[in-house]
């Protein structure tokens, strides 16, 4: 037991919130390098665990995706003759209002990091109502959709058009009421205090949706 | 001790004793807790799995005549099994074993119990993701058992569900059964995302001081390369059942021809999930075996850095040889042959694994503990299913024998003979940290020597009749005239079963015995080097007191000249070093 001890910053990532550690005493190890002194990793869990999410998500739509491009180009005709063609030119204004939202969200981060957080607050309901304007188009373009006659059982391209559109959608959604939640903690005052865990990852999930779409548009409505 | 670990350690007591009964036992954070209700339910769900796969040996050796006790089930037919029963039973043994007893009991509790533990963490990185994660996958096991009282029976199209068979309704007689088959995977996938998220972060945020990616034990290791398989692959089947329900509920065409589906792409995206996950059944079961040899050895493991490698080969190669499931579903030769290269490279880290448990056990003094005898059965169980794998990697024999019983005595040589006497050495090495107290050593030997024999006289048999031509899932081998020659084998083979079924019947005794009267264990019974031996037996909630171990040096230091004893636990600093250990 010795009186010389070192003041160390709390390092909030080892600690799971619950009991901060203490710092070895440094020496040790069996190689040349004998320190086994606290590591700072490159990435915090919150980054991580939304690294890997994003990645069981790319498994996910790449499983869709790759069943979709079976389907497409086994195909005789593509798409078939009796049924209607996609909206290409509403979809591709309607991405860049998926885009917008994007650019809300990153907006907000950077209030978020100026402390500003009427702006936080105003920023993330910009990005909220870009992404439902974008479902709010989607869903009125499967009304006229299936209006048409092209339906969930038409054939497989109706199968592949909506499984895959509203595979997305229901993406959007989710991430959508995540939006909404971290907006309405961040009015009642929430992530003042350093603790930003949930608004973060929030923010990585809505862009990872918002950069899934291009891959989908291009795949389903392009080629 | 600074003050600041003062009042660390006034928080450890805090926390312990705040919690009440739900949120200790049932909505628990707590990983060890997790662990627990993990093994519970594969334990739970193993007892269901093996009593369909005894209704089906019973069916092979005396087709069509009533099962005991299913008289009672079965009333209109007097427990006689039809063939939509039997289709069901087959059905069922496999989903249930697979993914609720394999996976909860070696991915689930001791990925759970040993992570934190041994890499020296206070508990997981996200302790409410982590209950989450149970209760779905409970919930998707509830949701899977509710399937065997509905209209129709439960799925019936094997527990691969191939399509068009598995698609259309009329085609096996099964309505909600197969839907409720899909809904069920489904959300154990959701379940399963949570917990390998959740392993892989703890894994590479959550070390102890020291603790180096190359110091962590192998158990460890396996579990990794598990959470990491288990997180790209079951994304594939979540995408493939969420196609099957769509196309049995919604009238979707992913499978069915007439819509211009494709019936071929479910076993292509079932593979594609399908053989990462034999290796994530496997997986744990090497990272147990290379955890329990080395300790009743007393050496270090042979090769540590191969062992590792060679996993991460393994999960590697295997994304890129689901096709050997595919030989006879049409494929080009060409495409044939590179999955049969593909496959018999896999056979390479697979034996680099193999001829180190050797290298570890060669000229050492081995300690026949219970633990032991599991692990050494599954490397020697282990090395006959790969044997077998070899030949049907091979697509001129694997034509032959394709859907026949060499195949299934090969997936239980691996998986039974693999995994579950990993399970069970698992079981028998953390119990007493687990629960803190020791189980019979007797009883234990019971149940390995009589699991041990029956398991062979079961299954080591069905090469032989897979060769003889007996298929696979037949529902009454005696119509084919030239199969009748071998039921004198599928006699033996089902008393053989039933006995290993009795065989359990001593791990029931012990295990509920132990846990409630057996000898309070010690801190490190088995005299072990890793860090779940510092902590109190069973571990307090957050594990250790006031400070967590520092780290000084791999886990297989046995018999080490450095120390008096045969052991050099990883925390214990190296005589002389600066700033040596003062608490």
Redesign the interface.
């Known amino acids: ?2 009186t010389l ?1 070192v ?1 160390h910053p709390t390092d909030p ?4 919130g ?13 190689g040349p390098d ?1 320190d ?3 590591r700072r ?1 490159p ?3 919150v980054r ?2 939304m690294l ?2 994003i ?3 790319v ?6 995706v790759s ?1 979709f491009l ?2 497409r180009v ?2 005789a005709v593509w798409p ?1 003759p009796l049924q209607p063609r996609l909206p290409v030119g509403v979809t591709a204004v309607n991405t860049l209002v998926l885009f917008a939202s994007s650019v809300a969200m990153a907006a907000a981060r950077q209030a978020l990091r100026r402390d500003d957080a009427r702006a936080l607050v105003r920023r993330l309901g910009l990005a909220a109502g870009l992404g439902g304007a974008f479902l709010l188009v989607q869903g009125y373009e499967w009304v006229r959709l299936v209006s048409f006659g092209l339906t ?6 109706g ?2 058009f ?2 895959l559109i509203g ?1 997305h959608a229901a993406h959007v959604l989710g991430a959508l009421v995540w939006v909404a939640v971290v907006a309405l903690l961040a009015a009642r005052g929430r992530f003042t205090d350093g603790r930003t865990g949930p608004l973060r990852a929030c923010a990585i999930y809505w862009h990872f949706v918002v950069a899934l779409w291009p891959i989908l548009f291009v795949a389903v409505y392009l080629i | 001790m600074s003050a600041h670990s003062a009042t660390a350690h006034a928080h450890v007591d805090h926390a312990r004793h705040e919690l009440g009964f739900v949120r200790t036992y049932i909505f628990s954070t707590d990983h060890k807790m997790i662990a627990r209700q993990f093994l519970f339910l594969g334990l739970f769900m193993m007892i269901i799995g093996g009593l369909l796969a005894l209704i089906v040996r019973w069916q092979l050796a005396w087709p069509e005549t009533a099962v005991p006790g299913l008289g009672g089930i079965l009333k209109e037919t007097g427990g006689i099994l039809e063939p939509s029963t039997y289709n069901m039973a087959f059905t069922m043994h496999a989903t249930i074993m697979i993914f609720f007893v394999i996976m909860p009991i070696l991915a689930g509790a001791f990925g759970n119990f040993c992570i934190p533990l041994m890499i020296g963490a206070r508990d997981m990185a996200f302790p409410f993701l982590n209950m989450l994660s149970f209760w779905v996958t409970g919930s998707a096991g509830i949701i899977m058992l509710s399937g065997f009282f509905v209209e129709g029976g439960h799925a019936a199209a094997g527990w691969t569900s191939y399509a068009p068979l598995s698609a259309v309704a009329s085609y096996t007689g099964v309505n909600w059964g197969q839907n409720i088959w899909c809904i069920s995977l489904f959300i154990m996938g959701v379940g399963s995302m949570m917990g390998s998220i959740n392993y892989i972060t703890t894994i590479i945020n959550m070390r102890a001081p020291g603790m180096k990616l190359f110091r962590m034990p192998l158990v460890v290791w396996s579990l990794f390369i598990t959470a990491i398989l288990l997180l790209l692959a079951l994304p594939v089947l979540t995408s493939g059942v969420a196609m099957l329900l769509f196309d049995r509920t919604l009238g979707t065409n992913w499978f069915k021809p007439a819509g211009g589906g494709e019936p071929l792409l479910w076993q292509h995206l079932f593979w594609y999930f399908g053989h990462p996950e034999v290796y994530i059944l496997i997986l744990p079961a090497m990272g147990i075996a290379s955890e329990i040899l080395p300790v009743f050895c007393r050496k270090p493991i042979f090769g540590y850095h191969a062992m590792a490698f060679s996993m991460i080969g393994i999960a590697f190669l295997s994304w890129i040889v689901y096709g050997h499931h595919m030989f006879v579903s049409g494929m080009s030769p060409a495409l044939g042959m590179a999955f049969t290269v593909t496959t018999m490279i896999i056979a390479v880290p697979s034996a680099i694994k193999t001829f180190n448990w050797l290298g570890t056990m060669w000229g050492a003094r081995m300690q026949f503990t219970v633990p032991m005898l599991n692990a050494l059965a599954f490397v020697s169980m282990f090395v006959i299913g790969g044997l077998s794998g070899i030949f049907m990697a091979s697509t001129p024999v694997d034509i032959y024998i394709q859907d026949t019983y060499f195949i299934v005595a090969h997936i239980h040589y691996v998986v039974f003979g693999g995994s579950i006497f990993g399970a069970f050495a698992a079981i028998y090495y953390w119990f007493p940290k687990m629960f803190g107290r020791m189980t019979n050593p007797f009883l234990g030997h019971l149940h390995f020597w009589g699991t041990f024999v029956f398991f062979n006289l079961t299954f080591f048999p069905m090469h032989i009749i897979g060769v003889g031509g007996q298929m696979r899932r037949i529902y009454n081998p005696t119509q084919y005239e030239f199969l009748v020659h071998q039921q004198g084998w599928n006699v033996f083979i089902t008393y053989s079963a039933l006995l290993l079924g009795v065989s359990q019947i001593p791990f029931v005794i012990n295990f509920f015995w132990s846990l409630f009267a057996g000898k309070p264990a010690p801190l490190n019974p088995w005299n072990a080097n890793t860090l779940e031996w510092t902590a109190p037996s069973p571990p307090p909630h957050l594990n250790w007191g006031p400070t967590l171990p520092t780290v000084y040096r791999g886990p297989y230091e046995y018999s080490s000249p450095e120390s008096k004893e045969d052991f050099l636990p990883q925390n214990v600093p190296p005589v002389g070093a600066a700033g040596a250990r003062r608490h």
């Open positions: 037991m010795t001890t003041e990532r080892r600690t799971n619950s009991l901060p550690p203490v710092p070895p005493e440094g020496g040790g190890g069996d004998r086994p002194a606290p990793p990435l915090d869990n991580l665990a890997f999410l990645c069981a998500e498994m996910f739509f790449g499983g869709l069943a079976v389907l086994t195909a078939p969930l059982s038409s054939d497989a391209y199968t592949t909506y499984s595979a």
